[in-house]
Nanobody
Framework: VQLVESGGGLVQAGGSLRLSCAAS????????MGWYRQAPGKQRELVAR???????YYGDSVKGRFTLSRDNAKNTVYLQMDSLKPEDTAVYYC?????????WGQGTQVTVSS
């Protein structure tokens, strides 16, 4: 299983970024996909996840600012991040649940300057 992430970078506060994550390989039975993030000195936390049926769930700190969508035909999820804040700075990791096992991407850095 491979999770290939793209779209991180540096943006000013109030700006937007869009992250993508494409799953490939032995992904038959793929279920939830989503994003987690980890800032220096902090634990990894849920950003958003989405079921195969399209129901999305968000962490409290990003509700109303981030939108997660999914293209099942491409096994890809997209995280639209708007109104970014400096506290959103972290490494963002794509996650996929396949037959009850968790798989992770390599991570992509998002840095929001004030």
């Amino acid at each position: 299983v491979q999770l290939v992430e793209s779209g991180g970078g540096l943006v000013q506060a109030g700006g937007s970024l869009r992250l993508s994550c494409a799953a490939s390989g032995s992904i038959f039975g793929i279920n939830d996909m989503g994003w987690y993030r980890q800032a220096p000195g902090k634990q990894r936390e849920l950003v958003a996840r989405i079921t195969r049926g399209g129901s999305a769930y968000y962490g409290d700190s990003v509700k109303g600012r981030f939108t997660l969508s999914r293209d099942n035909a491409k096994n890809t999820v997209y995280l639209q991040m708007d109104s970014l804040k400096p506290e959103d700075t972290a490494v963002y990791y794509c996650n996929a649940v396949i037959k009850w096992s968790n798989y992770w991407g390599q991570g992509t850095q998002v840095t929001v300057s004030s």
